[in-house]
């Protein structure tokens, strides 16, 4: 069982920084790609932010954080971090960080997210 739980968020000011962690625990990721994913207020439906395939480090981003936002990888920790720089007030939402086999085409662990406030 696939058990992931985020830290890191908080409130920060337009401009500032947060890294957000994630702790992956219950298989051996090798084959895996992990997320993060964010669900704005009033939005029902997560956005993609990036993600990083754990054997190579491959990452991809969204468009809107490129350039701020940086994905990373611990194997010997087991953790998946977000460094996100120059944020705004529309990078507020909940973050998740999520974790897909590479033999799924969907999403099937999730953790209970942390918020992250930009205020400006």
């Known amino acids: 069982q696939v058990r992931l739980v985020e830290s890191g968020g908080g409130l920060v000011q337009a401009g500032g920084s947060l890294r957000l962690s994630c702790a992956a625990s219950?298989?051996?990721?090798?084959?895996?790609?992990m997320g993060w994913f964010r669900q704005a207020p009033g939005k029902e439906e997560r956005e993609f932010v990036a993600?990083?395939?754990?054997?190579?480090?491959?990452?991809n981003y969204a468009e809107f954080v490129k350039g701020r936002f940086t994905i990373s990888r611990d194997s010997a920790k087991n953790t998946v971090s977000l460094q996100m720089n120059s944020l705004k007030p529309e990078d507020t939402g909940v973050y998740y960080c999520?974790?897909?086999?590479?033999?799924?085409?969907?999403?099937?662990?999730w953790g209970q997210g942390t918020q992250v406030t930009v205020s400006s």
């Open positions: 219950g298989r051996t990721f090798s084959r895996y790609t």
């Open positions: 993600t990083i395939a754990w054997n190579n480090g491959f990452t």
């Open positions: 999520g974790a897909r086999a590479w033999s799924t085409p969907k999403y099937g662990s």
